[in-house]
């Protein structure tokens, strides 16, 4: 006789999080060790209120279907768990007999996660803990990258070229564009690609390094002059010299963050009024962290990859640790699986190297090293004739 | 002895005109009868100066890329001619020899081309004329639709659906996504189909039925309160009741021209002043036209036609026509290029029949029955579990 599991999605998904579900499912499937495998429904406020999708016997077509559809297929919320809420979460896990619980997430989730570890032990519930890492910001501790990075570092890569050659095939305004990433700019960062594989001119503005707006718009004149277009990239976390966010919604989330936005428009603002340059600001969003067509083939490999390790790493009796990502680069890209304790993890924040950022809106070749292999498969090859 | 051609780009560019570019280039060379291959550079600027870019021996590896490169390889331009501007069109035709003059573009560029191709017979000059048409607007008349429309539709129907699943997986706003139509909801009809591929809710406001914002509001609230998520997708030319732009930036270029847009963020701010909801404005913007990865391999065949049919039309001796798309549409999907006069077709413009939307806010089955084929290729089977 196996075991049940529980998987739950915390926070913002990303182009594979669901990579890590077919993953998980069908590593639990082939193990024949395991009875029923929940999800919950919403993330926390599903285990909150028992509200769980028995997916054991989902056919294994629609489970297949899981790697190419965006978003938390089995739903996600911002609800970050206090400590009056842990004991109805043990209820749950109690109630379902929960022997491995997998939490999918970034930063807060492995708090979360780590908090339910330490809770079970304490309580002698005889649960395994595995989290299972989950962030387009790239920004967690102790693995080399974060499944959801790479995919969404090619949207900001091909979609930054996309709007660099319309942006100097038709030079008639200067176009803003702005990614996500409230404080992390690995994303952003990411959007710079686009100046090597178009040739075209990319400014690229992130949220580790406050701008000088007065400089920022001086640079942006210089370039434009050139006559050649131009493509300024802005993390929609970007802040001034004081500090704050160039544009602020000043609606605060869930987790008790301020929702920033607006960053392309603020800077397209000042570039018609203060330029007087035409100009135009595109903000995909959303689109960053859901647009399939841009996943990252390695991305959506090592997603998958992360959700079976966990799985197997709990059913052979581990506990209390998030599936971290090791990788090697030469002579060629190799990546594998490994452990570190959910405790080192949870809380740290993993910022953008500012040595990677040169002038202040340029990004170094040490990124490209870095990041290449993970924005992965073929990258687009234009016809350049102008 | 063959004959010198020029191939020229007008307005903004789509997915596919480069498509179009790669057919005209190719037809030309394998046809044995062309001398030199001309480009405009930037259009009708490139005409107006002499600026041609000479692609007679640029490497046919290069020339293949063309198909999957976003924006105008070549260059194009918002210029549209004068009266006074013709003499110089035609010096610099006699100056080059050109004996066929192609022009890429939507109704402006027809016109052009329409005069262009009068004023050469007034003059008795040797010079056969073609139109070439391109808009992702899809409302130039006479054809069954545009090249460059399929994958505009193409990229509004599968990043609205991606939108609706992120919204509806994680359902703690409205998302309200702008697409591209000033005058036009061809586009942004398609972002419709989201509610077919994902089963979520999804309300669709296009610019040829002005909109009552309060009614506007009060579906929205309806909807939101589902608790299912909601994705709303508007044009960026929405009007309201008194036909003006629900959002003016209020800002006026460089050119004394009030700068449109930010229909999504009008929006969102409504319905978070008015229904006190959590919103979030997304502008994919210009991607909508330069986004390769959603281009549709229909679209993508037909403007490779396009540019193939139209040099093959000239070389024959025809003149003083627009290239055309007759379509097919049972027992499957069938297309064939034909010619139609270009006086017919200047200036002319194909609105979204009003028939076609239901209750304001849903598009109806007849314009997927027309749609659907040009969207193309395999649509996207996404895993549904909640």
Same mark, same amino acid.
């Given at each position: 006789?196996?075991?049940?599991?529980?998987?739950?999605?915390?926070g913002?998904?990303? !182009?594979?999080?669901?990579?890590s579900?077919?993953?998980?499912?069908?590593a !639990?499937?082939?193990?024949?060790?395991?009875?029923k495998i929940? &999800? !919950?429904?919403?993330?926390a406020?599903?285990i909150l209120?028992?509200?769980l $999708?028995?997916l054991?016997? *989902?056919?294994?077509?629609?489970?297949a279907? =899981?790697?190419?559809?965006?978003?938390?297929?089995i739903?996600?919320?911002r609800?970050k768990?206090?400590?009056a809420?842990?004991?109805?979460?043990?209820?749950?896990l109690?109630? @379902?007999g929960?022997? /491995?619980?997998?939490?999918?997430?970034?930063?807060?989730?492995?708090d979360?996660?780590?908090?339910?570890?330490?809770l079970?032990?304490?309580?002698?519930?005889?649960?395994?803990?595995?989290?299972?890492?989950?962030?387009?910001?790239?920004?967690?501790?102790?693995t080399d990258?974060c499944?959801?990075?790479?995919?969404a570092?090619r949207?900001a890569? $091909?979609?930054a070229?996309e709007?660099?050659?319309?942006?100097?095939? =038709?030079?008639?305004?200067v176009?803003v564009t702005?990614?996500?990433?409230?404080? !992390?700019?690995?994303?952003?960062a &990411?959007s710079a690609m #686009?100046?090597?594989?178009t040739?075209?001119q990319?400014?690229?503005?992130?949220?580790?390094?406050? *701008?000088d707006?007065?400089?920022?718009?001086s640079?942006?004149e210089? &370039?434009?002059a050139?006559g050649q277009?131009?493509l300024?990239?802005?993390?929609?976390? =970007?802040?001034?010299?004081d500090?704050?966010?160039?544009a602020?919604t000043? $609606?605060v989330?869930?987790?008790?963050? %301020? $929702?920033p936005?607006g960053? #392309?428009?603020? *800077?397209t603002d000042?570039?018609?009024?203060?330029?007087?340059?035409?100009?135009? &600001?595109?903000?995909?969003?959303l689109?960053?962290? #859901?647009a399939?067509p841009?996943?990252s083939p %390695?991305?959506?490999?090592?997603?998958?990859?992360?959700?079976?390790?966990?799985?197997?790493?709990a059913l052979?009796g581990e506990?209390?640790?998030?599936?971290?990502?090791? /990788?090697?680069r030469? +002579?060629?890209?190799?990546?594998?699986?490994?452990?570190?304790?959910?405790?080192?993890?949870a809380n740290?924040?993993?910022?953008? +190297?500012?040595?990677?950022?040169?002038d202040?809106n340029r990004v170094?070749?040490?990124f @490209?090293?870095?990041?290449l292999?993970?924005?992965?498969?073929e990258?687009?090859?234009? /016809?350049i004739?102008?």
């Open positions: 006789m196996g075991m049940n599991i529980l998987i739950a999605h915390g913002g998904p990303t !182009a594979v999080i669901n990579c579900l077919q993953g998980a499912v069908e !639990a499937r082939s193990s024949g060790r395991v009875d929940y &999800a !919950a429904r919403f993330g406020e599903g209120t028992g509200d $999708i028995d054991t016997d *989902v056919p294994a077509g629609t489970i279907r =899981l790697g190419r559809t965006p978003a938390s297929a739903g996600s919320c609800r768990l206090t400590d809420d842990y004991p109805t979460v043990l209820e749950t109690k109630k @379902f929960i022997g /491995a619980f997998f939490y999918n997430g970034g930063n807060d989730s492995m979360t996660c780590h908090k339910v570890s330490e079970a032990k304490r309580e002698g519930l005889d649960l395994r803990v595995m989290g299972i890492p989950k962030t387009m910001d790239n920004d967690l501790v102790l990258h499944p959801g990075f790479g995919s570092a949207f890569a $091909i979609s070229s709007l660099a050659l319309d942006a100097s095939g =038709l030079p008639i305004h176009v702005e990614y996500m990433g409230r404080n !992390a700019g690995w994303v952003t &990411a #686009a100046a090597r594989l040739n075209c990319v400014l690229t503005y992130l949220p580790e390094l406050p *701008v707006e007065d400089k920022m718009l640079d942006i210089s &370039a434009w050139k277009g131009l300024v990239t802005v993390s929609e976390g =970007l802040r001034g010299l500090g704050k966010p160039l602020d000043g $609606i989330d869930g987790f008790g963050h %301020v $929702i936005g960053t #392309a428009q603020h *800077v000042a570039i018609i009024q203060k330029l007087h340059i035409k100009s135009r &600001a595109e903000k995909p969003g689109l960053g962290r #859901a399939i841009y996943a %390695v991305d959506r490999e090592e997603a998958y990859a992360a959700g079976r390790y966990a799985v197997n790493a052979r506990s209390g640790y998030m599936v971290s990502i090791r /990788a090697e030469t +002579p060629v890209y190799s990546s594998s699986m490994e452990l570190v304790p959910l405790a080192e993890v740290a924040e993993k910022t953008f +190297p500012l040595e990677w950022v040169q202040g170094a070749d040490a @490209f090293d870095y990041a292999s993970l924005i992965g498969g990258l687009p090859q234009y /016809a004739l102008r």
